[in-house]
């Protein structure tokens, strides 16, 4: 029998009925190894308070006074932590989905590398986005938890559903994102060390590792958390046992990762010192390389897997907690950063799109400036009168042109002309000249003149 406190089993007469302290309360840690109690009269009924309540004994389950103010404090730096982790996370979002859409719409940088980067980026965003929707989920049902009476409805499977199922989400993405890191560190490694390496042959496995390798533990942990601690939203861990079966991979990952970035740095260092370089340029380049790799391998992992959550008290534990949640929330914006927005390749490519984008502006505006000045001219060859052109073109240009009378005169300012100085594109209709199709324009001879299409290619 649940009696909004705790559940109930059968008492004996003239007994007293003791229960463990139910284990929602925010401060079940403190008191554990309490217990409430009832007493069952010799009528076999509960003992009554004035004929109306129910008798209850919580003393051993309530939180003295600096057990709850700590409790209180402990809450409060959570809640900044949240703030903070929320903020790294949407900075993450967004910069990593504009970096995805770049690698994406520029097809000169589709290749095997950048098809890494970009599934660690979507390995990056959904972990993001994953983890803000499970938090989302979490703060909706708190109201719930303290405002609702009816304790039983709350803790329902039907209610929790939607938190477990954002839950089990936010692990298989925090999986493939810890996999991708390691896809990275395999391409690096393979690309440094093998003498003949085919990018395109080990794609798949590197799709595989990636998406395939977090199903292969996350299920097993949905199994076991559903038959045998399927409590609340699956967010805390009474059991840890449970827990080390997603805990075990990711570990392996980073430590496989770490191992990978011991031998990139020293591959690094003998190719430095081939080259002899000064050493302080030597220290420079090794430094710039070391802290390029540490958030694409996700090496700053291996101090938060040594030194876990767990293991860890006070202050202590609020510093590990603030310099993970800290790191993870925002190395997707640096990652983001470095392998994307300050590339030199993607640069090249965004400016090349941008002028191409300039250059088509200008040409509508010169079309449209221009398009006024166009005017039949005679069978003769003529030059349109242009104070910049018309002086240096001559009137007579020694040559017949096609009796067909419809030729005609452009005169057109390039964009990129300088000085005031025009360029004469004149068209005409063609003359035959030894057999061979001779366009008879007049020749303007002043500088720059005949560059016009040139200058466009």
Not at 106 to 123: E, Q
Not at 181 to 206: A, K, P, Q, R, W
Not at 362 to 371: E, F, H, M
Not at 445 to 453: D, F, K, Q, R, V
Request: glycine share 6%; aromatic share 12%.
């Amino acid at each position: 029998m649940f009696d909004m406190y705790a559940c109930w089993t059968d008492g004996v007469p003239n007994t007293t009925v003791k229960v463990p302290c139910p284990w929602y309360l925010p401060w079940h840690d403190q008191v554990r190894n309490g217990f409430v109690s009832r007493e069952c009269g010799p009528d076999g009924q509960w003992l009554t308070v004035n004929h109306s309540s129910t008798w209850r004994d919580h003393s051993q389950c309530n939180a003295d006074g600096r057990q709850q103010i700590a409790q209180e404090n402990q809450m409060m730096v959570l809640a900044y932590f949240r703030v903070m982790y929320t903020v790294g996370y949407s900075l993450s979002l967004a910069s990593l989905s504009l970096a995805l859409i770049i690698l994406l719409i520029f097809r000169k940088l589709r290749c095997t590398r950048n098809y890494i980067h970009t599934n660690l980026f979507a390995s990056f965003i959904l972990r993001a986005v994953s983890i803000l929707t499970r938090d989302a989920l979490l703060m909706k049902d708190a109201p719930e938890f303290r405002d609702n009476k009816d304790v039983s409805i709350v803790l329902s499977d039907q209610v929790m559903s939607g938190c477990r199922v954002a839950q089990v989400l936010m692990q298989y993405c925090v999986g493939a994102n810890y996999y991708w890191l390691l896809v990275e560190g395999l391409y690096l490694h393979n690309l440094l060390v093998l003498m003949v390496f085919s990018e395109n042959s080990y794609i798949c496995v590197y799709f595989f590792i990636g998406w395939g390798t977090p199903v292969l533990f996350v299920v097993p942990w949905i199994i076991v958390r559903y038959l045998y601690e399927n409590t609340r939203c699956w967010e805390i861990n009474e059991n840890m046992a449970y827990w080390w079966i997603i805990r075990t991979p990711i570990l392996l990952a980073i430590l496989v990762n770490f191992f990978i970035f011991i031998r990139i740095i020293l591959i690094l260092i003998s190719k430095l010192k081939a080259h002899q370089m000064r050493y302080t340029d030597y220290k420079f380049r090794l430094a710039k390389s070391t802290l390029t790799l540490i958030p694409l391998l996700g090496i700053h992992e291996v101090v938060f897997a040594v030194m876990t959550e767990e293991q860890t008290e006070g202050v202590l534990r609020n510093v590990n907690l603030f310099f993970e949640l800290f790191f993870n929330s925002f190395q997707g914006f640096l990652v983001a950063i470095l392998y994307c927005f300050v590339n030199k390749e993607v640069q090249s490519e965004i400016k090349k799109k941008w002028q191409r984008w300039k250059l088509g502006i200008s040409i509508l505006d010169d079309q449209r400036n221009t398009g006024s000045n166009t005017q039949p001219v005679g069978t003769g060859p003529q030059c349109h009168h242009d104070p910049a052109c018309s002086p240096e073109c001559p009137l007579d240009s020694g040559s017949q042109l096609s009796s067909d009378p419809t030729p005609s005169i452009q005169h057109h300012y390039h964009p990129g002309a300088k000085k005031g100085k025009a360029y004469c594109y004149i068209s005409a209709r063609k003359q035959v000249v030894n057999g061979l199709d001779v366009p008879a324009l007049p020749q303007c001879g002043g500088e720059g003149a005949g560059m016009y299409s040139e200058s466009y290619c």
